[in-house]
Antibody, heavy 119, light 108 residues
Framework: QVQLLESGPGLVKPSQTLSLTCTVS??????????WSWIRQHPDKGLEWIGH???????YYVPSLRSRVTISVDASNNQFSLSLDSVTAADTALYFC???????????WGQGTLVTVSS | EIVLTQSPGTLSLSPGDRASLSCRAS???????LAWYQQKPGQAPRLLIY???SRATGIPDRFSGSGSGTDFTLTINRLEPEDFAVYHC?????????FGGGTKVEVK
């Protein structure tokens, strides 16, 4: 059974970079046919898909964040990461990592980690 | 990008009732790649339905999905106490994937 666990700072200052890591257990991040994804949820709001990466290194990001976001893989540690530059209060949210199938439905989720942007 | 509109925003029902949740897309969802997720307070979303009508592993058969094109429905027959939660739809047929705003099913 695959498990995902987000980690990273819970507080980030405005204009700095938000960096989160998702550690995967129970499955290899090198397996073909999966998309390793990041989704966020603003307080009391709906879900926002951020982007994903495949084991090939191929990425896709939502256009509204494309200029500020990078998703990368660390296969040696079975982890993938999210980096979001130049954050503002609008980036305060609960951040989830998840695994999607080749069709891209999100079958497995981490528990989420709250990131607050504040000075 | 495809905008998903979920209605109603809140549904007030009693255990044993049937719930009918709507998800309408601003344009056709390719291959009917429409999923439904259940989210309880303090928890991650859980996949219920994918491909508009296929139940995910371990999901009880009281949950069913239907629809195609731009109009989709999640039906929950005989609501159980554990079914009171927020439900999100997601389209993944066109990049970027997008979610609806959610429907909260609450106890009447």
């Amino acid at each position: 059974q695959v498990q995902l666990l987000e980690s990273g700072p819970g507080l980030v200052k405005p204009s700095q970079t938000l960096s989160l890591t998702c550690t995967v257990s129970g499955a290899s991040i090198n397996s073909d046919g999966y998309y390793w994804s990041w989704i966020r949820q603003h307080p009391d709001k709906g879900l926002e898909w951020i982007g994903h990466i495949q084991n090939s290194g191929s990425t896709y990001y939502v256009p509204s964040l494309r200029s500020r976001v990078t998703i990368s893989v660390d296969a040696s540690n079975n982890q993938f990461s999210l980096s979001l530059d130049s954050v503002t209060a609008a980036d305060t949210a609960l951040y989830f990592c998840a695994r999607a199938t080749f069709e891209q439905q999100l079958t497995d989720w981490g528990q989420g980690t709250l990131v607050t942007v504040s000075s | 990008e495809i905008v998903l509109t979920q209605s109603p925003g809140t549904l007030s029902l009693s255990p044993g009732d049937r719930a009918s949740l709507s998800c309408r897309a601003s344009q056709g969802v390719n291959n009917n790649y429409l999923a439904w997720y259940q989210q309880k307070p303090g928890q991650a979303p859980r996949l219920l339905i994918y491909g508009a009508s296929s139940r995910a592993t371990g999901i009880p058969d009281r949950f069913s999905g239907s629809g195609s094109g731009t109009d989709f429905t999640l039906t929950i027959n005989r609501l159980e106490p554990e079914d009171f939660a927020v439900y999100h739809c997601q389209q993944y047929g066109t990049s970027p994937s997008t979610f609806g705003g959610g429907t909260k099913v609450e106890v009447k």
